[in-house]
């Protein structure tokens, strides 16, 4: 049994991590990072070892469109590179900058070739591009994420045919997988980006959840972070368990404001009238342009959804408190984990129960406090919008309560999250 798990874990790992970006869209941004480091002055050798390994996948195509692929864009992507290299080996760089400029040229040439030809597919068939994991059936492989020791094993039975891409910067992929227990379980696959240090942080909720859940006074209250799985495939590829029934911060504020004929950004809008010539402001200047866009809006939008959404008063008052609570928790968590990057699309709000979740969680040990432009200095998101749907007691109620309580179990188990944190700060996967 154990040979055949290891066979079948390696076999979905590989090919998750090969669908994590077609060839076209591989090769896209490879050109776009390139050209990106040879304006920025970076050194040509880190541009050739990243090419490396997109070269070795370009010469063992597996499926009939990467074949394809090789067929249009090889020859020349093999030409393009043959000329970076002899530049990178050249003895005087100096009078060799023509094959530079001849490689850049051409890598620029079937980038455009590449994006006139592959235009962006929302919808991917599993079976055109990763035909082994389409005929995979009643594996022995757990659901990733889904493993606990004190309950049936639940194994992959299927692949479902059907990818959705996210037309966002990275292109994560939606895809579900049917478990052996008969339900369905949807993830984002991400590709670009380290899901290593999200994993530890969940690691960290994980911890914090079974502290609060000892400690009477939270565990009354039912105290918890929302947790999902994250699955690292690789250095730069994994899993992230989709978050059903949610909404971000921003897509409230978006359908809000559309449903009244308000503009997006009504606040940019009102700080644009009254100093049109913001970048040249000084911080005192720019502080009244803010004041004043605040004072001319209502900021409203969360507060207004959470209650035309409840079908009545009860359900209302009862997500209201899940909001408040579960803000209450993340922030304190977050305060201490030096989380940041807290924009509004980072920020989900479950549908049903009011609870607040958190996503993208690479930015720890306040890395945005020292950003060159924007840093953040605020130990945790909670702007007027977080705060109107607490209604009346704002954060003198439920809010500090349950931040106290909080704030003080973590306190008190100092020494475990102490153990924890400090393998983030030892990890090499923290900068």
Known sequence: MYPELVEQTELVSRELIRITLLFPEMWMKSIDSLAAKYSGGHDISEIVRELQSHYKRLYNPETLPEYRFVQEFGKDLSIAYESLLQFYKARNRTHSLALLKQAIDMYWGIHYRIKSQYPFRKHLILEGISPILHQCRDMSVAVPGSYNPDSNLTTIQLFKPDIEVHRTAQLPRQMCIQGSDGNEYTFLLKGLDDLRLDERVMQLFGLINSLLSKDSETARRSLAIERFPVVPLSSNSGLIGFYSNTNSLNQIVIENRKAVNQPNRLELNFACQFTPNWTTLTTMQKVESFEYALSNTPGNDLHR???????????????????????????????????????????????????????????????????????????????????KPMEVSSTDGIFKHTANHTMRVLRANRESLMAVLEAFVYDPLVS
């Open 305 to 387: 959804a959470m209650w035309y959404k409840s079908p009545n008063a009860e359900v209302w008052l009862e997500r209201r408190t899940n909001y408040t609570r579960s803000l209450a928790v993340m922030s304190i968590a977050g305060y201490i984990l030096g989380l940041g990057d807290r924009h509004p699309s980072n920020i989900l709000i479950h549908e049903r129960t009011g609870k607040v979740v958190h996503i993208d969680l690479g930015d720890c040990f306040e890395i945005t406090w020292h950003r060159v432009h924007f840093p953040e200095k605020v130990p945790f998101r909670l702007t007027r919008m977080l705060i």
